[in-house]
């Protein structure tokens, strides 16, 4: 590749993704200007103040005082930077259909301010064409040709939140809409990257994130299943994925939970299946998997219910988020859960160490503190995300009834129910 030279990147949407991007830009020298439109957060944000697990205070203020990283919501700040990365989120819209507003609305603020000689990246999962139909058109608005005047390149992020998994190890895809797109995107991923991947396209890279995310919700939609078989069969479906996993060759573990969330797992196949369907083909397997994860929150409401003797059952459960160690709630099954059980007239409280609030059934709730005389005043502790700093001890010692859907405890106990 080429010897680009990247002193100054503007990074576009502060969230789960844009944060820790930025945060590595920075580290590793180059001066990173973080952009959102939540002022609240930019107030935050340069005040030393992290939304997000992965991004400790402390790494953030060390790049702030260093005059590494500054924060605003002027999409101004763009003109002049070398490089421009859109990191906003797609969501579904209430059809099920991709929602391309924050990338539309990024791309026009974005074009206003384009400088000749700049590189666009964008990071947002979407589906493929994204980036040649729709960003490119948007910001040719003003008269500037993308690969001629400016350069347009794809780079699908793979950050896994709450992982301790180094950023920098994460293999970095990346396609250009043209070759010296590519080439200066390569460039600029390897200040920090450790391997960067270049493919053919921006289709290509596009494709590549809706793949890793559909076989992952596909293969845990089948373990989803399994579970509400084992269940009705007495089959401990923890201790065969156990023994499976020792095979040193072909089968990669799965573990079934109370359904599938986040920004990504549920969102990312909806968004295939829609290009598919819009290419006339149909993808069968996302269909039965969705079904599935779908039903998984009723199926596990059941559950709980199932094991109280009572018909206003008291319950307890813990973890809100969509995954461990985390503080995102979106699109979490956990909240699915609750809602089922409210519709189910059970009584509901929980515990999350990092969701101190909730909002549910239109309702606000706080999280409980986790005592033993509070365990034990609830009829069903039901154990819906793995958070590494609970005390799932007191738990197992204090709880009536728990059901245990991400596999915490090892060791057989008589209160103890798996998924």
Known sequence: ????????????????????????????????????????????????????????????????????????????????????????????????????????????????????GQLIVLESSTFPGTTEEILIPILETYGMRAGEDFYV??????????????????????????????????????????QVVPTSSTRVA????????TQRFINISMMNQLAVLCH???????????????????????YPGPGVGGHCIPVDPMYLKWYADRSRCTLDLVDAANKINHFMPAFVAERIVSLSDVEQ????????????????????ASLRVLEELAQRSATTAYHDPLVPEIRVCG?????????????????????LTDHSNVDYELIQKHARNVLDCRGVYKTKSPNVHTL
Request: glycine fraction near 8%.
């Open 1 to 116: 590749m080429g010897d680009h030279v990247f002193q100054r990147v503007c990074v576009v949407g502060q969230g789960f993704v844009g944060l820790p991007l930025a945060v590595a830009f920075a580290s590793s020298g180059v001066h990173v200007v973080g952009i959102d439109i939540d002022a609240r957060k930019v107030q935050e944000l340069n005040a030393g103040k992290s939304p997000i697990a992965d991004v400790p205070d402390q790494s953030l203020q060390s790049l702030l005082w260093a005059g590494r990283i500054s924060f605003t919501t002027d999409i101004g700040r763009i003109a002049g930077a070398d490089a421009v990365l859109i990191c906003v989120p797609t969501p579904l819209n209430d059809r099920g259909a991709p929602d391309l507003t924050y990338i539309l609305e990024a791309a026009k603020s974005i074009s206003r301010h384009l400088s000749k």
């Open 153 to 194: 390149a794809y780079s699908p992020e793979r950050i896994n939140p709450g992982e301790t998994f180094d950023l920098r190890r994460i293999p970095k895809v990346v396609g250009g809409v043209t070759q010296a797109s590519l080439e200066r995107a390569v460039d600029l991923y390897r200040l920090v990257f450790e």
């Open 206 to 213: 596009e494709f590549t994130k809706l793949l890793e995310n």
């Open 232 to 254: 009705q069969t007495g089959l401990d479906l923890w201790e065969a994925i156990a023994a499976a996993a020792t095979k040193p060759y072909g089968f990669v573990p799965y």
């Open 313 to 332: 059952p008291r319950v307890l459960i813990v973890g809100v988020t969509y995954k461990r160690d985390v503080n995102d709630t979106r699109e979490s």
């Open 363 to 383: 309702q606000e709730q706080r999280s409980t503190p986790l005592t033993a005389q509070t365990v034990s005043s609830f009829d069903v502790v039901a154990i």
